[in-house]
């Protein structure tokens, strides 16, 4: 079987065309294991996407980390 590997890049095409109307980004405090961090509230995510750097090396792949 394949496995996944943990990627510290993420990419998102953007639109052929741009947005007349430009909204800000909605953002709310979290804690990542404990450590305070501000996150792109995205209500049509079924995933949440942090940083490597905040996420213990023995902690990825399938594990799962806490986020509040």
């Known amino acids: 079987s394949t496995q996944s590997k943990p990627s510290l890049l993420c990419s ?3 639109p052929t065309s741009p947005s007349l ?3 800000p980004a909605r953002t709310v405090p979290v804690l ?3 450590q305070r961090e501000v ?3 995205d209500t ?3 995933k ?3 940083l490597s750097s905040l ?3 023995e ?3 399938d594990a799962k980390t806490k986020i509040s």
């Open 12 to 14: 998102v095409p953007r």
């Open 21 to 23: 109307v430009h909204e």
């Open 32 to 34: 990542v294991n404990g």
């Open 39 to 41: 996150a792109l509230l």
């Open 44 to 46: 049509g995510s079924f």
């Open 48 to 50: 949440s996407v942090v």
């Open 55 to 57: 996420v213990p090396r």
């Open 59 to 61: 902690l990825w792949g």
